[in-house]
């Protein structure tokens, strides 16, 4: 998961408010030798759970969709419901501190996607990736999912930066990553699995240090 093609409106900086469960303190690093864990994450509107059985049907569904497929690294097109079983069946494993998540509604359980955040090869970096069925584009869901993992990230692990990667041809979820504060770094090209080709992609970081410093603001514009 790499990419979420959902509209969201330009220039704003939507951060979460103080005292939600994405709000960071400034003594959020973990201790040093802290295992990675992924628990679950309540936001206002979302829960991001573990994937599970009573997902498979709504993910293969919303996956199955080519607008979705070409713009992530990893997944087929088309896409079936064994494909689904075999995602869910293999995101409980969370090898190396790896964690995936359903991006669900608070109010009633609908799945609307997946997120995740993946840990580098060096175990220090870390990686984030989401992607949202296209009848829940445009409501915002990724940019609160997202925050959402975000402080996650920052509050459970020894990261000082979190990556993100998006399609040039993906404008929205560049908006995504920029409202969530992560800064330009470069292009480059990356493997589709549907497509069967390598396109170019934008890469985005964001630092501790700067996700504090605009908590800090946030909070204090309130």
Not at 127 to 155: D, K, N, Q, S
Request: a negative charge.
């Amino acid at each position: 998961m790499r990419d979420d093609p959902e509209s969201s409106e330009h220039g704003t900086l939507d951060l979460p408010p103080p005292g939600s469960p994405e709000a960071l303190s400034t003594d959020a690093r973990p201790p040093t030798g802290v295992s990675p864990h992924c628990p679950v994450l309540l936001s206002e509107n979302l829960v991001l759970r573990a994937p599970h059985a009573e997902d498979i049907d709504a993910i293969a569904i919303l996956a199955d969709n080519p607008a979705v497929a070409t713009m992530l690294s990893r997944m087929p097109h088309p896409y079936n419901r064994t494909d689904a079983k075999t995602f869910v069946e293999a995101s409980a494993k969370r090898g190396n501190g790896n964690c995936v998540y359903a991006i669900t509604d608070a109010d009633n359980g609908r799945f609307f996607g997946c997120c995740s955040l993946e840990t580098g090869a060096d175990e220090k970096s870390v990686e984030l990736g989401y992607w949202i069925g296209e009848p829940f584009w445009g409501r915002g869901i990724a940019t609160e999912a997202v925050h959402a993992l975000i402080a996650m990230a920052f509050r459970t692990r020894d990261t000082d930066h979190i990556d993100a990667r998006c399609r040039v041809t993906n404008p929205a979820s560049r908006r995504v990553l920029q409202k969530s504060g992560f800064q330009f770094q470069g292009t480059g090209m990356h493997a589709i699995l549907s497509l069967n080709a390598s396109v170019s992609m934008e890469w985005f970081r964001l630092d501790r240090k700067t996700w504090m410093s605009l908590i800090s603001w946030a909070n204090q514009q309130r």
